[in-house]
T-cell receptor, first 113, second 116 residues
Framework: AQSVTQLDSQVPVFEEAPVELRCNYS??????LFWYVQYPNQGLQLLLK??????LVKGINGFEAEFNKSQTSFHLRKPSVHISDTAEYFC???????????FGTGTRLKVLA | DAGVIQSPRHEVTEMGQEVTLRCKPI?????LFWYRQTMMRGLELLIY????????DSGMPEDRFSAKMPNASFSTLKIQPSEPRDSAVYFC??????????????FGPGTRLTVL
């Protein structure tokens, strides 16, 4: 069975500082990995995804993530955050066969002025 | 592109009443997912359809929950009778089974259900 762990439930960070949101997964088969963002009272929006190929994936809004197979991690990073990045971020793993997503519990990023 | 459309956006009902949530997937998408989001349990997959056929309903919590997809452009999630513990945000998502980005699910804005 697959699972996703987001170790940090909340991450406060000052504006223009860098941030890393951690995601670890477990799976006995190859997987696809995703990061979604949820702004208050909205649905989930895809930030980026890893399917294969280059382990460094760039997404929207200046975010990037690196797939590390040996550490089974897919951490999300941004070199300089803005107030508007305040939101909840979800990591998800997908079975390439069924495309069912298993979501992590989410990390609430709060950017402080 | 209109995106995934859900209605109503908010629903307040009393315990024991029937609740019907509606979803219109993105045109051309032929796979549809229903999720429930709560503080306690996070995002849970309830059921998903491929080509209007339910493929996996193992996440449906009880017999009080049922979902249908009568055609490619419409799905419903029904709770009968509703209970306070059903209070949550319910999301619908869709994806295409062919072409580019078959791996990506696109989410609707959600329906916030409150059962009193």
């Amino acid at each position: 069975a697959q699972s996703v762990t987001q170790l940090d439930s909340q991450v406060p960070v000052f504006e223009e500082a860098p941030v890393e949101l951690r995601c670890n997964y477990s799976s006995s088969v190859s997987v696809y990995l995703f990061w979604y963002v949820q702004y208050p009272n909205q649905g989930l929006q895809l930030l980026l995804k890893y399917l294969s190929g280059s382990t460094l994936v760039k997404g929207i809004n200046g975010f990037e993530a690196e797939f590390n197979k040996s550490q089974t991690s897919f951490h999300l990073r941004k070199p300089s955050v803005h107030i508007s990045d305040t939101a909840e971020y979800f990591c998800a793993v997908s079975d390439p066969g069924t495309y069912k997503y298993i979501f992590g519990t989410g990390t609430r990023l709060k950017v402080l002025a | 592109d209109a995106g995934v459309i859900q209605s109503p956006r908010h629903e307040v009902t009393e315990m024991g009443q029937e609740v019907t949530l509606r979803c219109k997937p993105i045109s051309g998408h032929n796979s549809l997912f229903w999720y429930r989001q709560t503080m306690m349990r996070g995002l849970e997959l309830l059921i998903y359809f491929n080509n209007n056929v339910p493929i996996d309903d193992s996440g449906m919590p009880e017999d009080r929950f049922s979902a249908k997809m009568p055609n490619a452009s419409f799905s419903t999630l029904k709770i009968q009778p509703s209970e306070p513990r059903d209070s949550a945000v319910y999301f619908c998502a869709s994806r295409s089974l062919a072409g580019a980005s078959t791996d990506t699910q696109y989410f609707g804005p959600g329906t916030r259900l409150t059962v009193l």
